[in-house]
Structure formats: structure tokens, C-alpha cells
């Protein structure tokens, strides 16, 4: 490849960054560092003055966080690759987003396959929608970051009250979300990134197909596994398997 994708580093801990740079030196030869900002006020700098193909960006710097650089940069014609050390709300809408993510320490090939995927579209084409789009969805997450989840379709969001959500079935690597009286949704996520997103306290895997919401399971009959009423009319079985581990969550172990 002879035409490199520069890259701009924006991390406020030097060892990180150093480590960083030598990992993607090494085993990233597509790509060629051309910058490092510590800070927000930094980072729109270098990146409008340099304006890279592609960010390397740590959720929280110097000065905020990287949502305090999307929204004020000029140069938006980019794509963006997070490094979080944590999980948290901006790391949910990270998940839901066009945008990836990597998790602190680096792995190298989770790294590799992230700058795998620029190759798919040409470099720096992503369009400044996306980034537009991601931002929204952290403002809605700043304000509650428990109350609903973002599902993203072609043109943008939808933000979906976590309360409403009856129900999700798997549907190969999509997923029907049931919302308590509304059609239900088709969401291009697998069932178990949903189930990583949502609180494990409220919502419930019975089945390998079935992941429901405790606050809609109207009722439970008994049988083999015995399945569940939801409260928009609707049964699910549960596994057998699943069944003693299931009366335990809804209080009621030992019930036969």
C-alpha cells in the first residue's frame, strides 16, 4: 500500500501513547503516526491543522473528553478509533455506533482488525453524519445513561426508553427488540451485545434466543422448564436448563 493512513494520537498519558505508537509502528504498516495531543484544546488544533484520516482517541483528556473535541473540531472528514480503559455511558454509545473501540491495555489484534475494517471504504470517507449521530447519542446518555438504548439504523438513531423494552429475540446476527406497545424492532446486533448493554439486574437470558425484561413477566407456568407470560400477551419458554437458575432470579427458588 503506498499511500499511508495518518493517524493522530489524542491521550493524555504519555506511557499509553508511546506504547501506542509502537504497536501500530510495528504491526500496522498501513498506518503513519503524524501527531500526538495530550489535551482538548491541543487536539482540535492538531487536528484541524493536520487533519488526519483517523484519531486514535482516549474517552476521557486533559481538559474533558473526547465528546468536548467531536463537537468543536472543523475537520470532521475522519474516522475514529476510541482507546477507553473503562467501560461506561460513552462506551455504550461507542458499541452502538459506526465507530470503533479498543480497550486499554492494547491487544494487537484487536488493533489489527480495527484498522482491518477502514480497509472496507476508502479512508476518511466516513461521512460527518456519523460523528453527528455519535454525539447525540452521548448527550442523550449524559443526561440518564441507564434509561434507554441507542438503536442505530441507516440514517441515524433511535432511542428506545429501557423501561418500554418487553423483550429481545435472536434472530441469526439480528435481533427483534419488542417494545411495549409498538411494533417490534429488527436492530443489526446479535442478541448478546444487547445483553451486554442492558442492566443484568432487569434483563434475563432464559433461552438462547430469549432475553427478557423482569419487569414484564406477567406470570410463570410450570413444566419442564415452564415458560413466561409477558405483559404484551406473549410466552417464552425457558430452558430447562435454565429453569432452577430462573425462579432464583425471580425470587421464588425452590418452586417446583
Given at each position: 500500500m503506498t499511500n499511508k493512513i495518518q493517524a493522530l494520537i489524542i491521550e493524555d498519558e504519555i506511557q499509553s501513547?508511546?506504547?501506542?505508537?509502537?504497536?501500530?509502528?510495528?504491526?500496522?504498516?498501513?498506518?503513519?503516526?503524524?501527531?500526538?495531543?495530550?489535551?482538548v484544546k491541543e487536539a482540535i488544533e492538531l487536528t484541524d491543522?493536520?487533519?488526519?484520516?483517523?484519531l486514535f482517541l482516549d474517552v476521557e483528556i486533559q481538559g474533558g473528553t473526547a465528546f468536548d473535541v467531536l463537537v468543536k473540531i472543523e475537520h470532521k472528514k475522519l474516522n475514529i478509533i476510541f482507546i477507553t480503559a473503562y467501560d461506561s455511558y460513552a462506551l455504550q454509545a461507542i458499541k452502538y455506533s459506526a465507530i470503533d473501540y479498543l480497550l486499554k491495555p492494547i491487544d494487537i489484534e484487536e488493533l489489527k482488525n480495527a484498522i482491518g475494517k477502514l480497509q472496507s471504504h476508502t479512508v476518511g470517507d466516513t461521512d460527518s453524519t456519523i460523528i453527528s449521530q455519535f454525539i447525540d447519542v452521548l448527550k442523550n446518555n449524559a443526561r440518564n445513561p441507564s434509561s434507554f438504548i441507542p438503536i442505530p439504523f441507516n440514517d441515524g438513531f433511535s432511542f428506545i426508553p429501557i423501561s418500554e423494552i418487553v423483550r429481545l429475540e435472536a434472530s441469526g446476527s439480528y435481533t427483534y427488540i419488542f417494545v411495549n406497545g409498538?411494533?417490534?424492532?429488527?436492530?443489526?446486533?446479535?442478541?448478546?451485545?444487547?445483553?451486554?448493554?442492558?442492566?443484568?439486574?432487569t434483563f434475563i437470558r432464559v433461552h438462547n434466543s430469549h432475553?427478557?425484561?423482569?419487569?414484564?413477566?406477567?406470570k410463570y407456568v410450570k413444566g419442564s422448564g415452564g415458560y413466561c407470560i409477558m405483559?404484551?400477551?406473549?410466552?417464552?419458554?425457558?430452558?430447562?436448563?435454565?429453569?432452577?437458575?430462573?425462579?432464583?432470579?425471580m425470587g421464588i427458588g425452590g418452586a417446583e
Open positions: 501513547a508511546n506504547t501506542l505508537r509502537l504497536i501500530v509502528n510495528e504491526y500496522c504498516p498501513n498506518v503513519e503516526i503524524v501527531g500526538h495531543a495530550t489535551s491543522s493536520l487533519r488526519p484520516q483517523l409498538k411494533d417490534k424492532i429488527l436492530a443489526s446486533k446479535n442478541l448478546k451485545e444487547y445483553e451486554s448493554m442492558l442492566p443484568e439486574d432475553l427478557l425484561n423482569k419487569a414484564h413477566i406477567r405483559s404484551d400477551g406473549t410466552t417464552v419458554s425457558i430452558a430447562t436448563r435454565k429453569k432452577e437458575w430462573f425462579l432464583r432470579m
